[in-house]
Structure formats: structure tokens, C-alpha cells
């Protein structure tokens, strides 16, 4: 998928509105991606079952906020007479989990279901309409929902120098001082009332990562790196001399290797794949 073009998920398997949907939305410059069964995310242990709402890291919940957060979509849409998902259980998931919980969630079902209105808005949909409407003023409905970055302000902003206190948390971060390299960024991420600030608070993050690593706390690193992508996508390949090509190769090769390892060997983790931020100094 284009890293350009905004994402539609939908939570939809009924084929008559999955056409429908498509249509729609490739008319209006949206490409889509559909999760209609939740057997696609394999087998679903039993202690990840419950329904409880937070980052899920395991099950078929925490694969599917994995996606979403990978794909990062500009609006999810909900099926709420899907049998397929488990739908109360997976909004009250997106919402709750600071990965998440700012992409919006459109939902709609049979009028006569007031029950399903309810419990979708009480476990944080942003919006439930009946299936009519929803068929009626689908382009509407896309248009006023979907957030959209606004991709050349940040790519403006890209084009600004690092912050001093950034340059200063970057060497600390290349030095392993993680803890060292958050305060310093933090610093930097909130003097920047701008974009570009994002960038700081993408490297701050990956800094927490590390540390938590470091600390033996597999679920602490594996939130921040579920976290840092929010900020990470909308980035170009290189912003402020950084490069974010890099970063994210990097992000991805700690993430893959916590994933295989699990909490058990996070004592074993290999320090090679956390490399040094790369710089262009010309930026700095």
C-alpha cells in the first residue's frame, strides 16, 4: 500500500458493502483493506481471550492491533452484524490503547438494533449510524471522518535543523545513554509546537524502547514500539538530517526480534540491531 495514499480498514464481510465501501472510497482517493473474519490472525489463547480493553501484544486482539497499527489507516469502519469479529471487544482495544486510540472508528448496523448503537459508542466508537444511512451517505460519511495528515506541512517542517537539545539527545542515544537520550529529546519535543516536532517524540520513544529493553521489560518495549508508528509513518524519508529510512528498518528488526524471542529471552536481546541514529550533519 502507498504510504501517499490514505487507508480505509473495514471490519466488513458482507459482500454487497464491501463493493460498495470500495467503490466509494477508491472514487475518493482512498485505498482499502478489510479484516472480515478474525480467523485470519490464527488460533486465540485462551488467557487472551477475556475481553479487556488496553495493548494487546498477544491472541488474535493483539495481531490485529498489530496491523492497524502498521497500517496506520485514516478511518476504520465497523460491521456491527459482522459475526466474524468480535467487534465490542476490538473497538474497546483501539480505543483504549495510546497506539491507537486517536484513529477514528465509523460504525453501522440494523436500525432495530439499538443495543449494538449503544454498546459501540460505550466502548468508544466515534460515530454509529444505521446500515440506511450508512449506504446513503457513504461518501459523506468518508469524507467528514477520515483524518488525513496534512503531509506537506510536515514535510516542511522536515526541512527545518535540529533542535540543539535534539542534536544532544541523538549523541546521547548513539553513546546507549538512553535515559540520558529521552530527557533530551523530550526537551526538544516540547519547545516544537510545530509538525516537525513529531519527529523528537519518534525518537524519544524509540529511546524509552531501549531502555525497556535494557531493563528486562519486554511489555514496556513493546508498547513503545507499538506507539512510535503513529508518529513514524507520516514522516518522509528523511526529516531534520535524520534518516528515518533507517529508523524504520530499525524499528522493524527490534520488533521482529522481541516478537521471536518473547518476554522469556528479552535478557538475550541482540544490542547489534539497536544501531546509532544516522545524521546528515549538514542538518545540524
Known amino acids: ?4 495514499t490514505p487507508l480505509i480498514v473495514g471490519f466488513v464481510a458482507d459482500l454487497m458493502f464491501t463493493v460498495k465501501i470500495e467503490n466509494v472510497a477508491r472514487r475518493l482517493g482512498y485505498e482499502v483493506a478489510w479484516i472480515g473474519d478474525e480467523q485470519m490472525f490464527g488460533a ?10 488496553g495493548e494487546r501484544l498477544f491472541g488474535r486482539a493483539g495481531k490485529m492491533v498489530d496491523q492497524v497499527v502498521r497500517w496506520q489507516p485514516a478511518l476504520m469502519i465497523f460491521d456491527l452484524a459482522n459475526p466474524h469479529i468480535p467487534w465490542q471487544q476490538w473497538i474497546a482495544n483501539l480505543k483504549s490503547s495510546p497506539a491507537t486510540r486517536r484513529l477514528p472508528i465509523l460504525c453501522y448496523g440494523p436500525h432495530v438494533d439499538a443495543e449494538a448503537a449503544r454498546t459501540a459508542q ?112 507520516p514522516l518522509p524519508d528523511h526529516c531534520r538530517g535524520v534518516d528515518v529510512i533507517r ?29 546509532p541514529i544516522r545524521v546528515d550533519e549538514e542538518m545540524t
Open 122 to 233: 460505550a466502548v468508544g466508537a466515534d460515530i454509529v449510524v444505521a446500515r440506511s444511512r450508512f449506504a446513503a451517505s457513504l461518501p459523506a460519511l468518508l469524507q467528514k471522518h477520515a483524518r488525513i495528515v496534512d503531509a506537506d506541512a510536515v514535510v516542511a517542517a522536515c526541512r527545518e535543523p535540529l533542535a540543539a537539545a535534539a542534536q544532544q539527545g541523538i549523541a546521547h542515544f548513539n553513546d546507549g545513554a538512553y535515559f540520558a537520550a529521552h530527557e533530551e529529546l523530550e526537551h526538544a519535543w516540547m519547545a516544537d509546537d510545530g509538525p516537525g516536532r513529531d519527529l523528537y517524540r519518534v525518537l524519544l520513544q524509540v529511546a524509552v524502547c531501549y531502555l525497556q529493553i535494557e531493563r528486562g521489560n519486554y511489555r514496556g518495549a513493546m508498547k513503545m514500539l507499538l506507539r512510535v508508528r503513529q508518529w513514524l509513518n
Open 247 to 275: 529508523l524504520r528498518q530499525d524499528i522493524d528488526a527490534v520488533h521482529a526480534a522481541l516478537q521471536l524471542s518473547g518476554p522469556e529471552n528479552i535478557a538475550a536481546f541482540d544490542w547489534s540491531l539497536a544501531r
Open 44 to 53: 486465540e489463547g485462551e488467557a487472551e481471550a477475556m475481553s479487556v480493553p
Open 1 to 4: 500500500m502507498s504510504n501517499s
